[in-house]
């Protein structure tokens, strides 16, 4: 783990930290009004860059998918998820 808990707001906002990690960076980041702006920055970035090279897929595509998801059997979704966090990250 870095020694620096603020270098971690990019990990972070790629959701590239272990769960120990990101346990502890979302500790600091509850007070930490710097880290919050810099990980809201990196995520827009983050999200401006798979925009940015984002292509529509081939027509054909599609009857394709939405047969496979016809013939899918859903699962139910883990409930991993509890107070404190963040809706769009995963446990782990």
Do not use: K
């Not at 090279?53 to 027509?59: E, F, H, V």
């Amino acid at each position: 783990m870095s020694p620096d808990v603020h270098a971690l707001t990019g990990a972070y906002a790629l959701d590239a930290l272990t769960g120990d990690e990101r346990a502890f960076f979302e500790r600091h980041l509850a007070g930490c009004d710097h880290c919050r702006r810099e990980v809201d920055g990196f995520a827009a970035t983050a999200a401006l860059l798979g925009a940015a090279t984002a292509r529509l897929p081939p027509a054909r595509l599609r009857p394709r998918v939405l047969e496979l998801g016809d013939a899918t059997r859903q699962l139910s979704p883990e409930r991993t998820a509890g107070p404190g966090v963040h809706p769009g990250r995963r446990r782990g």
